[in-house]
């Protein structure tokens, strides 16, 4: 009996409770709420589409015609609807139609090609390869490959943000070796070796912004290395030869040098250092005790002074550049002063043609000058930057200078 009465009492509790169950099983089913949705969205559309206004307060007034508030937001609602249905479909369906050696391709201008990620090809306003590698956020981001219109390789490295930013390698437009290295914002920047078009290694070591700075080393045709020092703007610091003896600077240049000895000036010498288009004057330093023999100024044989992004080639563009003169006006030349004009005339008349000499030239690399014409006139404008003295040598006053010596400012020589 008692077995009866528990089997009332449990028949009874479901009995209460089986409509509740059923209710949340009905709630909780797939197809319960794939139905409240469908239903859901369906009168939230009818209710859009019931563009039946009411009063004037349902109109937007545009140009002089009445519309439909409700109209407009259904118009709006289907194109934005359509739209993301474009993109989604369309961008599946380009990689699929578009795809090289599984490689998704798109034009430069595509919109689709901002939405692309991963590696891609990217195709030029001819139709030609004009990129293969990796973009990412509409950017060409990664490493990849830069082709010219005839499919030639001009750049093959990291990128970021469609600009050539850390290690790579950049060719000339006949695809030969141009540069390796490092690159910031499309410019050689920290470390890197430039080559000559022939294939041949022009220089090697640091660059900022584009051109060669800090330590380097230039390489002759041969691959030899010509010239170790350091450098600025693409310019070697000449400046810092100043102060060293021959045998220093024999350690930094090894190209060909030729050797002016002047012989009314006992230990006085005139070395002309080809391969960089420079000449050094050094005499006995009559302070040291082993009489060394030490460069007391350099001769660059160029027409033109840089300092940066800046450069000058005659006597106006040097006053705004650098300045009033300390001095100016007209002065016979000095011995490296003549050397040079002479070096300058062999490649073409320059100033008043040679300086007059008197020379024994038994060897081509040693030429003895016994003596030569000091009354030959030449105009100086000199400046003061630090502690040095650029003087620029000119035929005539306000006119260009041909080239320019650097040696230390009166009162600093150590």
């Known amino acids: 009996m008692g077995q009866n009465l528990f089997s009332v009492l449990i028949s009874t509790i479901k009995s209460r409770f089986a409509p509740i169950v059923t209710k949340i099983r009905l709630w909780t ?11 859901g969205v369906r009168d939230f559309f009818l209710k859009v589409l019931n563009i039946k206004p009411k009063d004037k307060d349902d109109y937007y007034t545009i140009f002089g015609w009445m519309i439909s508030k409700r109209l407009a937001y259904a118009i709006i609602i289907i194109i934005g609807v359509l739209s993301f249905w474009y993109i989604s479909s369309a961008t599946s369906l380009f990689a699929k139609l578009t795809e090289h050696n599984g490689l998704r391709t798109y034009k430069y ?3 689709l090609l901002r939405l692309a990620e991963g590696k891609v090809r990217i195709l030029g306003k001819s139709g030609f390869l004009a990129y293969e590698g990796e973009v990412s956020k509409g950017y060409v981001t990664g490493h990849g490959t830069l082709y010219s219109p005839k499919a030639v390789t001009l750049y093959d490295g990291e990128f970021e943000k469609n600009m050539f930013e850390g290690a790579g390698t950049e060719y000339y437009d006949s695809g030969a070796l141009q540069y390796n290295g490092t690159f910031h914002r499309n410019l050689f920047e920290g470390s890197g070796t430039l080559f000559r078009e022939d294939g041949t290694r022009a220089y090697e070591g640091g660059f900022v912004a584009g051109k060669k700075d800090g330590r380097g080393q230039l390489f002759d045709l041969g691959g030899d290395v010509i010239y170790d020092g350091n450098f600025s703007s693409d310019q070697i610091i000449f400046s810092e030869l100043i102060g060293k003896s021959p045998e220093d600077i024999r350690g930094m240049y090894s190209g060909k040098q030729v050797m002016y000895e002047n012989a009314s000036e006992d230990g006085s010498i005139a070395m002309a250092l080809t391969d960089i288009d420079a000449l050094y004057y050094a005499q006995s330093d009559g302070s040291a005790a082993d009489d060394t023999v030490k460069v007391e100024s350099v001769c660059v044989l160029t027409d033109v002074f840089r300092i940066g992004e800046d450069e000058a080639a005659d006597a106006a563009q040097l006053k705004s550049m650098l300045g009033e003169p300390v001095y100016e006006g007209n002065s016979n030349v000095t ?3 003549a050397v040079s004009i002479n070096i300058l005339n062999d490649e073409a008349r320059t100033f008043k043609g040679k300086v ?3 020379v024994n030239a038994e060897f081509t690399d040693d030429i003895i000058v016994n003596s030569y014409d000091t ?13 040095l003295a650029y003087t620029f040598v000119c035929r005539n006053k306000g006119g260009k200078f041909y080239f320019y ?5 009166m009162g600093n020589n150590e």
Do not use: C, H, Q
Request: glycine share 8%; net charge neutral.
């Open 109 to 111: 201008s595509s919109v």
């Open 405 to 409: 010596e650097i040696s230390k400012a």
């Open 29 to 39: 089913s797939w197809n319960f709420i794939r139905t409240k949705i469908t239903s």
């Open 356 to 358: 007059g000499m008197d």
């Open 335 to 337: 011995f490296p002063e």
């Open 375 to 387: 009354g030959y006139s030449v105009y100086l404008y000199t400046f003061l930057r630090g502690d």
